[in-house]
């Protein structure tokens, strides 16, 4: 994928030594990072002979994007606790030389299976193709080395596509006919578009004339993510998947607005092409994975737990030059489980049960009642790393506010710091990562309303007030969906790690993912509160809280490739 700004050449800084430093109060504990600098999107996660697979775009050379991009490498029993290997991918060949940029993993059935690679390669022209790699040795279940095929590019810049905005070849799936299919994120002056490719023996791909999807007035769709859904079940499917008994998701990764959406809708088969429920409006009614600062994801099936994870890249809303005197920057949300919601109109997502095994020290608070106005801390854990679900039980619905919500952006509503307006039911929710006298705080909460019809709910994470630095991104985060009047409860789950907050609303329906650097609330100086500022009392149902501890991330030694 591209990034917009100024990228730092490994020929001019090839010898400087970026080292991170020791005190570093927003590396987070539990987050996926690499040991130093620069980390964008995450590549072809997969599950091979008991071994999670991960790869991202990394620059080796600065904590910043660079134009020599490899793909980066880690292993993992568990998906929380990994090993750094040696890079897997970097640029060596006229068809990748300017860099190895994003792409997936497919792993072909056989007698052995086959793990085989995508990805886009930035040629010696500076266009863009397709390229395939495979491991060298199937038997090494870490899968250390990769070799590039000997007919890369494997795929080219088709008509009507620009040669610099043609990437990001998504995870193949294998039809009824046998034959293998692929999509990959372009661009033709403002309409953004997926383009199909087709092969019998996956070396040679053939083109689609008429787009998989396409938007106008987008611009390009980076890193199209395709899979199928089951309709009567939790548990994920693999890509190849085609019945009565799935519906089909297409993610697109839109780069002018760095958010990432996804559509549900039917995969017209025989006619090569996808048809969403609802077409793309560019309005706050588009569907989301996340709220917040989240781009670039990518999912996979693990077929060792029948279920689909999906990853997220989270950037830094730091300057560059502190980015680059910490060393590194990016990180990768916690993976998450996937499935389509009982009403079949949205997605559902959870942290991986995984996370689960860091959890130490817990609290709980029972029939807590919050008045109006009313704060209480959940002490007696380490708030800076934290997991905390709280149940909150409703008061009754009718005299709840009025809204208008065809004329109201959840974005633009809930940066008015928002979290102390006081409302009827709500704001109430978290002030997580916040000092003792909470001037420094990151307010993620729930507002509730009457509108036509309906009930609806506001869910935010406002960040306006999250550190007492004035030179941050402080953007801050809305949206709103409906809730069924005749359920009393909803809950929050967030998870707390330093410099991220990743927020999951009523059990994964809404996601929201934050990155704060508090100048104040850091390490044991860290607070977590549970606030009421409606005029109606809410009531915590239950609340559980744990201290997390730090995962595993080691760096095997060099290997010394032949």
């Known amino acids: 994928m591209e990034i917009n700004g100024e990228g730092a050449s490994p020929h001019s800084i090839n010898s400087i030594k970026f080292k991170v430093p020791e005190k570093q109060p927003y590396r987070t504990w539990y987050h996926f990072q690499p040991p130093q600098n620069w980390m964008n999107d995450p590549n072809a996660p997969m599950y091979y002979k008991g071994v999670y697979h991960f790869f991202y775009q990394h620059n080796p050379y600065a904590p910043t994007f660079g134009e020599k991009m490899v793909w980066a490498h880690s292993v993992s029993y568990d998906l929380i606790n990994w090993i750094h290997l040696n890079h897997a991918i970097e640029p060596s060949d006229s068809y990748d030389i300017n860099s190895c940029w994003s792409g997936s993993a497919t792993i072909l059935p056989g007698e052995e299976e086959q793990p085989v690679i995508l990805y886009t390669g930035i040629d010696n022209n500076k266009y863009q193709v397709q390229n395939m790699a495979m491991p060298k040795d199937l038997s090494d279940p870490f899968l250390r080395e990769w070799v590039k095929h000997p007919q890369n590019p494997a795929m080219t810049p088709p008509s009507g596509v620009e040669v610099n905005n043609f990437r990001d070849p998504s995870t193949a799936w294998q039809g009824k006919d046998g034959k293998w299919r692929v999509v ?8 953004g578009k997926t383009i199909l490719y087709q092969s019998e023996d996956f070396v040679n791909w053939r083109v689609e004339l008429n787009p998989f999807f396409a938007t106008d007035n987008t611009g390009v769709c980076e890193c199209p993510d395709f899979f199928p859904v089951s309709i009567n079940s939790t548990n994920g499917v693999d890509a190849s998947v085609q019945s009565q008994s799935v519906r089909h998701v297409l993610k697109i990764s839109y780069l002018r607005r760095h958010q990432d959406y996804y559509f549900l809708g039917k995969y017209v ?16 009614s588009d569907l989301r994975l996340d709220y917040g600062k989240f781009y670039a994801s990518k999912s996979f099936f693990d077929h060792a737990k029948n279920r689909r994870i999906l990853w997220g890249w989270v950037n830094e809303c730091d300057t560059r030059q502190n980015d680059i005197e910490k060393g590194w920057a990016g990180l990768q949300c916690i993976p998450r489980q996937v499935w389509l919601d009982e009403s079949g109109k949205q997605l559902m ?19 807590e009642k919050l008045v109006g106005g009313s704060i209480i801390e959940v002490s007696g854990i380490t708030a800076s790393q934290a997991d905390v679900e709280v149940l909150f039980e409703l008061p009754e619905l009718e005299n709840v506010e009025w809204l208008d919500e065809s004329e109201v952006d959840p974005h633009l509503l809930c940066s008015e710091e928002y979290a102390t307006r006081s409302g009827t039911i709500g704001p109430f929710g978290l002030l997580a990562l916040a000092s003792e006298d909470q001037t420094e705080h990151t307010a993620v909460f729930f507002r509730i309303y009457r509108a036509s019809n309906r009930y609806i709910c506001f869910m935010c994470s406002d960040q306006s007030r999250s550190s007492l630095r004035q030179d941050l991104d402080k953007t801050t985060y809305g949206t709103i969906f409906d809730i069924d009047p005749n359920v009393k409860t909803i809950s929050l789950r967030s998870l707390i790690d330093r410099s991220i907050i990743e927020s999951f609303g009523e059990k994964g329906r809404i996601c929201i993912t934050s990155r704060v650097y508090p100048s104040m609330s850091i390490d044991k100086n860290a607070h977590l509160y549970v606030f009421n500022n409606g005029s109606q009392s809410v009531v915590i149902s239950e609340l559980n809280a744990w201290s997390m501890k730090q995962a595993e991330f080691g760096q095997e030694e060099s290997i010394n490739k032949q």
């Not at 088969?269 to 706050?284: A, L, M, R």
């Not at 942290?351 to 029972?366: A, G, T, V, W, Y």
């Open 184 to 191: 990959i994120g372009a661009q033709n002056g403002d309409e």
């Open 269 to 284: 088969y025989d006619e090569g092409n996808f048809v969403p429920d609802v077409k793309f409006t560019g309005t706050s």
């Open 349 to 367: 997502q959870w942290p991986i049960e995984e996370i689960e095994k860091l959890r130490d020290k817990q609290i709980s608070i029972l029939g």
